[in-house]
């Protein structure tokens, strides 16, 4: 395997297309700085990272069918399993280097003025997370295009792949993020005393009210109060352990870990901007699924390779 | 021309391809339709006739993305098998080869457009006829048409001048997406500096130098309306929302399908074909 690893290595080093590809990652950091210079970090400028990636591993990958350089690396005695074994090296390789390239022109336009509002502890577990989860494109990248070796179904496949993962992220945040009890209040027009008028008139009275005109001319002041509130249960709101099997399921789609990212992120932005300084309260606190986001990744990786091995030792190569 | 059109869209209606992408556009537009049903349930019959225009329209996002696969399998595959070869050996011209092949991708991206019409008008007429209130149909559907003809030009530029299908795919792919995305971007920043306008005028006082910030943004608007005339899906906000955007952009659009087409046909024509 070490022979196909290094036969791996030097080929993706001397195709014009990995430098290529390599500049385009960072092309989209560069682009992805910029924009979230000025608003809040947004998942979806991230997606051109994948897109690039998805590119070069079925472009590579695909030329290794249409060569049949995999048959020759089969009839020269390498087994399936230590073939598809160096692609997803060569997989976990690429997925960190373009993350590489995507990061690093994106920090550093990022440090001018967004890096430092935000508390060393989160961007470790962010920069640990997105790694991993690029990773883990990768990985999938690499397990399609090698089960697919159809010209050009493997590369829309992973594209879409790209787009339905991102889709069903948003869908499940949206209906994760439905709460428990939806309140609901009522309100009724009372009238004002005499010294709330005598406000009004003076004009420090602070809040709303309406006033009404009789038939005589005279006016008389109201304003809402609230009368009731009630809680009652949302029957939107999804309950365990249907909720805990969805939220698994966030957790594991690179695209929902993203989401989580991104909030977190935004919210200490957003925090340091309103406290005119440091965030007083321990931002993962609130956020305490990316301490296991890399844990998730890990359990991706593997399963896709298992999965890519058990199908790729069937798969008839011609 | 004649016989290469024929023998195309004798093609066409065998192609897996291109049924595939007809079933896609058939489910979509049921999804679409099917979710308004349901939102329509929750926010009442105004919300189906406010989001007309966006249920109906929505799908020319993933169009573009069709219509570059189409190309790859469909036009692309004639490099590979030959076909290319045989029509030209039998004393087509390239530029006939070359008509014929953009012909059928504008008529598959229409026929997209229509499959996902009819599907809508069949869930509207029977369950939610406020779901087809759109506000200039006849404009949008042109301006729709004008965008999927400069499309189908650019992918069969593609096409027609890559020999490798898997490159051809991937990077018309990934084109179709930067496009979109860069349209719609340009498209919102315009909508921004229009707003920054009519702010500037309205309220001069509000500003150090109202005079020059005006000229700076009239500056940014022209360089947008520009950028926007040159990418075909900048018109797809305008076809989703309310507004009818400049009568000006179809017309772009049709005129781009054009340059494409005579870049496409000048260097086709001087192609070595193996």
Sequence with gaps: MRKLLSAEIYRCRHILLFWLMLFASALSGVFYGIVSMSGSFDGIFVVPLFVVSAAFISLNTGREYTDNAIRNKIITGATKTSILLSKLILGVGIGVLFCAAFLVPCAI?????????????VLYWTLTGFVLLSVVWAVLFTVISMLISAKGVGSIINFALIFAIMLLSYQLRSILRQPEFITTTEHSMVQMTPEEVKQIQEGTYQGSYSEATDENGQVTYYKSVLT???????????????RGILTHLDSMLPHGQINEYESCLTNCRYEYLQGGG?????????YPRLKIFPLYSCFDILLLSGIGLILFRKKEIR | MRNLLSANFARLWKSPVFWVLEGAAALFAALVYGLALVNTHDFGPAWAAERANANFFLEMMYLGSALAIFAGFYTGVEHSDGTLRNKLCVGHLRRNVYLANLLVC??????????????ACAISLAFLPAALALTRPAWSLFCAASVLIAYA?????????????????VVSLAASLALLVAGMMVSSHLRDLELALQTVQARPEAFTDPEGRYQMLLHMR??????EALLPPAQIMYLTGQSGGTWYLPLCSLGSAMVNT???VAVFGRKDLK
């Design chain 2, 262 to 264: 005579a870049v496409g």
């Design chain 1, 109 to 121: 336009i990022l440090s001018f003025n967004v890096l430092s509002k935000i508390p060393a502890s």
């Design chain 1, 278 to 286: 440091a965030p007083e309260a321990e931002p993962l606190e609130e």
């Design chain 2, 222 to 227: 022209t360089l947008f309306r520009v950028l």
């Design chain 1, 228 to 242: 009731n509130t009630e809680q009652n249960p949302n029957p939107k709101y999804i309950k365990q352990p249907f």
């Design chain 2, 153 to 169: 030009a650019l992918f069969t530029l593609a096409a027609m001048l890559d020999t490798n299908r898997s490159r051809m795919l």
């Design chain 2, 106 to 119: 504008a008529a598959v991206g229409l026929l997209l457009l229509l499959t996902h019409a009819l599907v």
